[in-house]
């Protein structure tokens, strides 16, 4: 099996880098496209669009929740009915996997913005600098501290706390009470949640009402992309469709089921919809 470092050797590291090609405008006014898709309500936004409304809150000080959905969340809401709860809660919950943009076109005959959190977080950061503190959950401690020491350098922020993900996450326990009471006296701007499906989310949906007024974002991975131990390979593997193949060579053990038994659910799931379901209108429209 070939390592992660044969696989990506001689690749830049594409996350993270501030995009300078699109025009970024912080303060735009700019509509929510809203998707409903199998159940999950999505939003239809831009990478540079998401940085945007990402750094207003911010700077406004406003309470803002950013959620994603690939192929493994789509099948996780078919069985987890509180998904779709958190998925119409969220501010911003945009596409982030090959599959959902083309159940989309599949299934409502249009296509979707697709993107992930490494793709746009760095230009936020980069617009924000000093005026973005992170607090960073979830990931082993080591790799968490990198992280924040790694993004004190590229944009300029503070770290407002880290905080690994090897706690007690049940409601109410006092490993989660404690967390939430020190993201709390730490009061960031941003809360990269980097916990992975569906923990992460399961966590916010639980403890949202009792976070400060900052930006949350299910991050997953991100931690380890912003260490320096995970390089994204340039955009096209993924306009490919095929940055799953990349994730799985290199964590077989970790993701073979959501990949070798999780994508054909997901592709049943799919099929079920187009057979029984009648296609929604996509529409523009506020947060609810």
């Not at 993270?16 to 939003?43: C, K, N, S, W, Y």
């Not at 880290?162 to 009061?187: C, M, W, Y």
């Amino acid at each position: 099996m070939p390592s992660e470092t044969e696989l990506l050797k001689d690749i830049p590291d594409y996350a993270l880098t501030p995009l300078r090609q699109t025009a970024f405008r912080p303060g735009g006014d700019v509509g929510l496209e809203i998707v409903e898709l199998m159940g999950l309500r999505l939003h239809n936004l831009h990478r540079d669009v998401i940085a945007a409304k990402v750094v207003d809150a911010v700077m406004s000080q406003q309470k803002l929740l950013v959620v994603n959905a690939n192929a493994h969340m789509m099948v996780l809401a078919q069985q987890l009915p509180w998904i779709c709860g958190l998925f119409r809660s969220a501010d911003i919950a945009f596409c982030d996997g090959a599959g959902v943009q083309l159940a989309t076109r599949l299934l409502k005959g249009r296509g979707i913005h697709r993107t992930t959190p490494p793709e746009w977080i760095g230009t936020a950061l980069q617009s924000l600098g000093a005026d973005a503190s992170i607090f960073w959950l979830g990931g082993e401690a080591a790799v968490a501290e990198a992280a924040a020491r790694r993004f004190e350098a590229l944009y300029g922020v503070r770290t407002a706390g880290v905080q690994h993900g090897f706690f007690e996450t049940a409601p109410g326990s006092s490993d989660t009470l404690a967390v939430v009471n020190r993201i709390n006296a730490a009061g960031p701007s941003i809360l990269l949640i980097n916990m992975g499906m569906p923990l992460q989310e399961r966590w916010l949906w639980e403890n949202w009402e009792r976070l400060p007024n900052c930006v949350a974002i299910t991050a997953g991975a991100l931690v380890d992309h912003a260490a320096g131990r995970v390089k994204r390979p340039p955009r096209w593997v993924a306009n490919l469709g095929v940055e799953w193949l990349i994730r799985l060579l290199h964590e077989p053990r970790r993701l073979w089921r959501r990949y070798l038994l999780g994508l054909p659910v997901f592709g049943f799931y799919v099929l079920r919809y187009a057979l029984l379901s009648e296609p929604d209108t996509a529409r523009t429209g506020g947060r609810r």
